[in-house]
C-alpha cells in the first residue's frame, strides 16, 4: 500500500517509477532506459543499492561509469544515486547527503536517477523524524519529482535548477 502511494503521488509531479522483483530485474530496466536516453556518462555514488546494479550494467549497455570524484559534472548525463528513505504521502526521496559529493549527482546532471527498496518507504514525513531519533544527519534531501521553478509570471519551467527528470527504480519485496 504504501509503494502504490509512493507511486501515485511521485508520478502526480512528473517524476517516474520502474519497479522489478529482483535487482536483475532492474539491471535489465536501468540498461534498457540508458540505452533509450542514448547516455554515454553516468555519474554514481557507492550506495549500496547501487553498487548491486552495476555489478553487472556494464555487459548490458555500453556507458561509461563515473565515480562521485569525477571533475567535469557538466559532461555527466545522468546521476546516479541510491536513496535512504521513501515517503508515501508525497512522493518524496530522503537522501542523507551530508557528502557534498552526492549532492552534485542529484542537482547538476540532466536526470537523476535513484535506487529505492520497497521497505524503505515510510508513511509520512513524521516517520522519516522518527527514524532519525536522537541521530538525525547534518543534511537531509529531500527530492519530490524533477526541479521545478516559476518566474514572477507564474510560467512553470521543469530542470532549470536541478534535473528536468527523476526516475525512481523501486526493488520490490524482500530478497
Not at 54 to 66: D, F, N, S, T
Given at each position: 500500500m504504501l509503494k502504490e502511494k509512493f507511486i501515485t503521488e511521485l508520478t502526480a509531479v512528473g517524476?517516474?517509477?520502474?519497479?522489478?522483483k529482483t535487482y536483475e530485474q532492474l539491471i535489465d530496466s536501468l540498461a534498457g532506459v540508458l540505452a533509450g536516453l542514448g547516455v554515454r556518462k553516468v555519474m554514481y555514488y557507492p550506495h549500496p543499492q547501487v553498487k548491486r546494479l552495476?555489478?553487472?550494467?556494464?555487459?548490458?549497455?555500453?556507458?561509461?561509469?563515473?565515480t562521485e570524484d569525477y571533475r567535469k559534472p557538466e559532461e555527466v548525463e545522468v546521476g546516479l544515486t541510491g536513496a535512504d528513505l521513501g515517503v508515501a504521502e508525497s512522493g518524496s526521496l530522503v537522501l542523507v547527503a551530508e557528502d557534498p559529493k552526492l549532492r552534485k549527482m542529484t542537482t547538476l546532471p540532466p536526470v537523476h536517477i535513484a535506487v529505492l527498496e520497497e521497505s524503505q518507504i515510510v508513511e509520512k514525513y513524521e516517520?522519516?523524524?522518527e527514524h532519525y531519533a536522537g541521530k538525525l544527519p547534518g543534511y537531509l534531501n529531500f527530492i519530490t519529482g524533477p526541479s521545478r521553478t516559476a518566474d514572477i509570471e507564474r510560467v512553470l519551467t521543469i530542470g532549470v535548477h536541478g534535473p528536468g527528470r527523476l526516475i525512481v527504480f523501486i526493488k520490490e519485496g524482500e530478497e
Open positions: 517524476g517516474e517509477v520502474i519497479c522489478g552495476l555489478e553487472k550494467i556494464r555487459e548490458k549497455v555500453a556507458v561509461e561509469l563515473l516517520d522519516v523524524f
